[in-house]
């Protein structure tokens, strides 16, 4: 917005494709979304019954059938009519009809297949309670320490010999204890950039979800650099944590820079984030403006200081995804697994990935 205030400064106001012009250049950042600034361009300055005689001359004069708008459109014609009044309800309502619903399609199993790309504004925040509810159990593992239990495999030797004192050296009991199992640390590193923002959106209410589940889940957001957001996605108010992750996050929708934000938490965050065997989820489409420079040493060693290593794409969705890109073929061979990540079914099935039991490194196909 800033942007496009100091471009309508250069320019002359009088001139309408002057006006539109720096706004487009300045607000669009996908070429996906040029449809859809013309769109509200047009209808922020048309008139209002213009719509009205353009559908009428075209049905009379029977022009071709536009093109269909891209699934973005249905949030931009919910946003511009948002603040219009609702018309009056009739006097008497008609009863009520009952319709079969048998062999139909719930609207919660449609909303758990729909891609998040594709959904309206009050479909984004019924996803966004399903989120809120996800419960994300890891598989726990065995750590280092143990705790006392008199029902323990494993004899304590230093603890009998220290209760034995109080009954003069004799021994009347062994003690016992048993290793400490827990869930392994989470960490997750989210691409922000303009062809990731509308999932990253989505993505990070399910990282303040998990923070607020579980101990030891570390959050790092990347486009141009490496923000850390752990703190901020902990306050417990979602609203609160989000605004913060805003302050916190200069560069969104921005460029990509995966190799260089992977080299510098290498350098910076893996000694302190990824012991005890972490899990890493890593989300990304792979597309980077720098090519594949560095990517592929960067992602082997970040591969190496962690227990799985889990690549997120949204570009899985399509059936006929091929790792045709310079970065997603340098990252490929050294991830754990590729899974889409684009819609509340896919969230779930990570989830329920990450709770069993996986005995070493597993790798999966693309």
Not at 30 to 51: C, L, S
Request: charged content about 25%; overall charge positive.
């Amino acid at each position: 917005m800033l942007a496009g205030a100091a471009a309508l400064v250069e320019i002359d106001l009088g001139t309408r494709g002057e006006v539109h012009a720096a706004l487009r250049a300045t607000m669009v950042h996908r070429h996906e979304h040029f449809f859809i600034f013309d769109q509200a361009f047009g209808m922020f300055w048309r008139d209002p019954e213009a719509a009205r005689h353009a559908s009428a001359m075209a049905m009379m004069e029977g022009m071709q059938e536009q093109q269909k708008p891209p699934p973005a459109a249905r949030r931009l014609a919910e946003a511009m009519q948002g603040d219009r009044p609702k018309p009056p309800k009739p006097a008497e309502e008609p009863p009520e009809e009952r319709v079969d619903m048998t062999f139909t399609v719930s609207e919660r199993e449609r909303l758990q297949n729909m891609d998040f790309e594709a959904m309206s504004a009050a479909e984004l925040a019924a996803a966004k309670r399903e989120i809120s509810r996800l419960v994300l159990p890891l598989d726990a593992r065995p750590t280092r320490r143990f705790r006392a239990d008199p029902g323990g495999p494993f004899t304590d030797l230093r603890a009998t010999v220290r209760n034995s004192l109080r009954t003069g050296g004799e021994i009347l009991d062994i003690s016992r204890r048993r290793r400490v199992v827990r869930p392994p640390p989470l960490v997750a590193l989210c691409d922000i950039s303009g062809s990731m923002a509308r999932y990253a959106q989505i993505l990070i209410h399910f990282l303040h979800a998990v923070a607020n589940d579980r101990d030891r889940v570390h959050s790092f957001l990347f486009g141009t650099r490496l923000t850390n957001i752990t703190r901020p996605l902990r306050h417990r108010d979602a609203e609160v944590a989000f605004e913060a992750v805003a302050k916190a996050v200069p560069d969104w929708s921005g460029g990509t820079r995966i190799g260089d934000s992977l080299d510098l938490f290498n350098r910076l965050w893996s000694r302190r984030v990824l012991g005890q065997g972490a899990v890493v989820l890593l989300i990304t489409d792979g597309l980077d403006r720098e090519g594949a420079r560095g990517l592929s040493e960067a992602t082997e060693r970040l591969q190496k200081s962690c227990r799985r290593l889990i690549w997120l794409n949204p570009l899985l969705r399509y059936a006929a995804f091929q790792p045709k890109s310079q970065g997603i073929r340098a990252m490929l061979p050294y991830v754990d697994e590729f899974r889409p990540v684009h819609n509340l079914a896919s969230l779930r099935e990570l989830v329920s990935a990450l709770s069993g039991p996986q005995a070493g490194r597993m790798r999966s196909a693309a």
